[in-house]
């Protein structure tokens, strides 16, 4: 079983910052990309950050300049650096991990968190 324990939502000002971390843990799996999507109430999950294992990063256009994604392979954890927040990018942010597990391929989600950007 694999568990993806995220933590690092809450309520900002616009302009304000907040840093998303999502920690995989649990049966063994090769990791091969880590990344956050959102999700905002009425809309369609979309993909916000991805990076790759070598370190290949790619954004959404509405977030390029002010996401950063990062990623820790010893603590197999992802990041996201979230700088002049806008109210649009208020949502439920789910980090989403990629990998193998015995050859066979595996995709694993977050529980989500609220990320709520006051005007």
């Known amino acids: 079983q694999v568990q993806l324990v995220e933590s690092g939502g809450g309520l900002v000002q616009a302009g304000g910052s907040l840093r998303l971390s999502c920690a995989a843990s649990?049966?063994?799996?090769?990791?091969?990309?880590m990344g956050w999507y959102r999700q905002a109430p009425g809309k369609q999950r979309e993909q916000v950050a991805r990076?790759?294992?070598?370190?290949?990063?790619n954004y959404a256009d509405s977030v390029k300049g002010r996401f950063t994604i990062s990623r820790d392979n010893v603590k197999n954890t992802v990041y996201l650096q979230m700088n002049s927040l806008k109210p649009e990018d208020t949502a439920v942010y789910y980090c989403?991990?990629?990998?193998?597990?015995?050859?066979?391929?595996?995709?694993?989600w977050g529980q989500g968190t609220q990320v709520t950007v006051s005007s």
């Open positions: 989403n991990v990629r990998g193998t597990r015995y050859s066979a391929p595996v995709n694993y």
């Open positions: 990076i790759i294992s070598g370190g290949s990063t």
């Open positions: 649990g049966s063994i799996f090769s990791i091969n990309d």
